[in-house]
């Protein structure tokens, strides 16, 4: 039924390795995930075609075989109505999937859609490069919008390290591009609330020397809580202003707070800081 002994991007994956031949995997690489069953005539016929298409791409996605009747907990998890079915994961997460022996350029349509282009790789390769090298992630970045220009995910995500690591007109002008071509999205939106925080309370040194010349001053305090933001510094941005809410009174507490509540917006609601903050904030509220 598969040649996964012999192509190294095809895994026959068993119960006892199903977690990490797919799961654990796909936090790594796309996989596709190809339920199937020997009897099944119309697996028969896809089967090869996925596995001639996984040997193409050469590891840009692993395509791992699962047996139906042999798996059939993992097939009822996945909520497998019909055979075949393929499913392609990352993260932990199915991204997408279809039903049917598909002829092979549909096959390859879709494989274009999920499996991230170059470029893209190299974006998640600089993202997760940046707190431990942030100055090789920079240069990785840069790679990934030299071949990713018009890829608003890889032009958002280089443009909010470039503005952390300084280089604000840079920035500035990847947004506007994009803005232009008439792209939205959360992330983009939050960039521009950094850059609004940049344009107004950007220059941390200065920030930093005020704060230690007035350590009583909650205006001084306040504003480096802001110019550490506005540098991405999000977590000790936040630990000032709780701070200062749980020490001030009156109208300065309830700036503090404001400025809080504005940060929560530029991380967004499901970032964990903004989950963590926002019960600390409470706390220090009730």
């Not at 395509?63 to 497998?80: C, E, G, H, M, T």
């Not at 007109?169 to 008439?182: I, Q, Y």
């Not at 309370?201 to 001084?220: K, T, V, W």
């Amino acid at each position: 039924m598969s040649n996964a002994g012999t192509n190294p991007f095809v895994i026959e994956t068993t119960s006892q390795t199903f977690e990490a031949d797919v799961i654990e995997r796909s936090y790594h690489q796309v996989v596709v995930l190809d339920f199937y069953a020997t009897w099944c005539a119309p697996c028969r016929i896809l089967s090869p075609v996925l596995e001639k298409l996984a040997a193409e791409a050469g590891g840009e996605f692993v395509l791992v075989k699962a047996d139906s009747d042999r798996l059939p907990d993992y097939a009822s998890a996945f909520q497998i109505r019909s055979l075949p079915t393929v499913l392609a994961l990352r993260d932990g997460q199915v991204i997408d999937a279809f039903q049917g022996a598909l002829p092979e350029s549909s096959v390859r349509a879709w494989l274009e859609r999920i499996v991230p282009r170059p470029g893209q790789r190299l974006s998640r390769q600089a993202l997760a490069l940046e707190a431990e090298d942030p100055q090789q992630a920079e240069a990785i970045h840069r790679q990934a919008l030299a071949l990713e220009p018009d890829d608003p995910e890889v032009v958002t995500r280089a443009a909010g390290f470039l503005l952390t690591r300084g280089h604000v007109e840079e920035c500035r002008n990847l947004v506007k591009g994009l803005r232009s071509r008439g792209f939205q999205g959360r992330d983009l939106d939050a960039l521009e609330a950094r850059l609004d925080l940049q344009a107004h309370f950007g220059d941390l040194s200065q920030a930093e020397a005020e704060a230690r010349q007035r350590p009583d001053d909650p205006e001084a305090r306040r504003r480096l809580a802001l110019a550490l933001a506005a540098s991405g510094q999000h977590r000790r941005a936040l630990d000032l202003l709780l701070e200062a809410v749980e020490r001030d009174r009156g109208e300065q507490r309830d700036a503090d707070r404001r400025h809080m509540v504005e940060l929560f917006q530029v991380l967004g609601d499901a970032h964990p800081l903004t989950q963590e903050y926002r019960r600390k904030l409470s706390s220090a509220l009730f």
